[in-house]
Structure formats: C-alpha cells, structure tokens
C-alpha cells in the first residue's frame, strides 16, 4: 500500500499493485469495504477489501466509510465521527466520516415508525448511578454502540441502573425515540426456586424474558421455570449495585 500523485494504490493483497484510486479529482471519497471472503461474512477489518489501510488513508481527507456496526471502537482513527445506526430497533451499520464531514465524535441514528432521530455526544452531559425509580430504559442499540446511555439518561431526568450496564432508570415516564420504556411493576426473587414460586403465584404462563449483564439464557430459564398460567408478563434479569435483580414490568406505548 502507497500514497501516489495520481490516488491511492493498494498492494496489501499480493505484494503487487492490485489497485489505483484517482481520488485527487474528487472532493469526498465514499468506501464501502467489501465483508465476505471464500469463508464467509468476516468481522475482522483485516479480512475486508479494500484493506484496512486502504480505508484509514481515505479518512485523512474529506471521507465517508461504510463499515460493520461492530468495528472495535479503538480503530477509528482521531478526529473521525462514528455514527452507528439502527432500523426498527436493530443495529444495521456504521459509518466513519472524516475532514469537514466529522462534525462530533460520536453519532447514534435510529430510524423508527415515527422517521429518523439522532444523539450524539454533545448531547451528553453525563449521569450518574440513581437507585431504581418507578420506569426502565432499555436504550436503542446504536445509542449503546455509540456509547451514549448517558446522553439517554440525561434526556430522560434519570440515570445508570448501574454504571456497567445500559439500563437507564427515572421516577416518571417519558416518550424518546433512543430506548425502550417499561413501568417497574415489582421486584421478583431472583433464585430461580423462588421466581418460579412468584410467577405462579401470579397465573403467569407467557413469559417475556429480558437480560444485561447477568449470564442466563433466556430460552432455557424459561423450559426451567415450566410455567402454564393464562396471564402474560415480562422480567428483566440484571443487576444493581453488582447484585442479581428481577424487575416485573410492563411495556410503556410505543
């Protein structure tokens, strides 16, 4: 790989020049890096083509690259903007831009039924650890790739159910397009004996599980806890002050 007077030339496949980019022309160059090689889909940079480096040397000029939501965030570059965006509540993609383009560090873009919202990290004033309030926060998972919770948190008037987890937690409800939202009804034993006994109780027999930073399985809690009631519900498994939680909840409107 080399910088040459007429573009950029990648040699990182075979040793030999394998491309020229006439680029001086032109005012933005756009990459979208190939992710599939003869064994699949490839979630290391090293594995895309063009290369890696190829893509680091357009983005010290004015630059957009298309690349994997997961790229590790240590690997874009100073001064590049990362957005992460989601569609209907899935992470789809991220884009690096670069030069004039860059206008923050960190973007996340969620595209919902009501159109497109953003939030990005001057938006973030920071948020603390708050005890549980009355409503959970689930944030969208491009606002947590873009490292953004707190940003979330801030909007919301609350704050971290713990600071290692992305819950965000308030004392009244609120509509935002960046997270989730879910009345705190109870909080449920979290040994799986007593859980089971809890639901029961309740005539719960369909059964949303929900869970961050807690080493369960969804599928397979919920074969163990055999439960055949009429009622439905929803648990979110995760941990406060480093401890196991249930919260009983109940989904807020869209």
Known sequence: FFQAEDGIRDTSVTGV????????????????????????????????????????????????????????????????????????????????????????????????????ATLTDEDDPGAGVVPLGSHLYEPDGAVIRAGLVTAVAARLGGGLLDEHIAYVTTDSPAATPFARGYEVLEVLPYREKQLRAALRERGVGRLTIKKRGVDVVPEQLRRRLDLGGDAEATIVLTRIAGEGTCLLVRPLPA
């Open 17 to 116: 020049q394998t491309c020229a980019l006439p680029i001086c022309p032109f005012d933005v160059a756009l990459v979208d890096p190939a992710r599939r090689s003869g064994r699949g889909r490839s979630f290391d940079p090293a594995d895309w083509t063009p290369s890696w480096s190829l893509v680091e040397s357009l983005l010290r000029r004015d630059a957009c690259a298309k690349v994997a939501p997961g790229l590790p965030h240590d690997l874009v570059p100073d001064g590049v903007e990362a957005e992460f965006v989601s569609d209907a509540g899935e992470v789809k993609e991220a884009a690096l831009w670069s030069g004039r383009l860059a206008t923050v560090s960190r973007r996340a873009t969620v595209i919902g039924d009501r159109g497109l």
